[in-house]
């Protein structure tokens, strides 16, 4: 009888974490990240941008829309969801410093 992070250990974002690592993506980033409409299209396979990947797979969702530039504002849609993303990603990261 309490709250857990279900909805994120249903599946495990490895094939993002895989496409992170190929573009060494900063993830400081993904807390605020402003895009434009087309490159809500841009999620086919070579492309080095994970962003277009990431949103389609639910993990990013608008926050905010720019009409007069015509630019989306793009965040975590939760902090179930954003914990969970950035947490697995955490033992690659500090694998890299260490």
């Known amino acids: 009888m309490e709250f857990r992070s279900y909805w994120f250990a249903t599946g495990t974002?490895?094939?993002l974490i895989e496409l992170l690592k190929k573009s060494d993506y900063d993830l400081r980033r993904?807390?605020?990240i402003e895009?434009?409409?087309s490159q809500f299209t841009s999620y086919r396979a070579g492309n080095s941008d994970p962003i277009p990947?990431?949103?389609q797979s639910g993990y990013?969702?608008?926050k905010?829309?720019?009409e007069r530039f015509r630019?989306?504002?793009l965040g975590f849609p939760n902090d179930e969801v954003k914990y969970g993303f950035l947490n697995s990603l955490i033992p690659y990261y500090t694998s890299l410093s260490g």
């Open 13 to 15: 974002p490895t094939f």
């Open 30 to 32: 993904l807390e605020s």
């Open 35 to 37: 895009i434009d409409e």
């Open 53 to 55: 990947v990431i949103y």
């Open 60 to 62: 990013l969702t608008i």
């Open 64 to 66: 905010d829309y720019d």
């Open 71 to 73: 630019i989306y504002k």
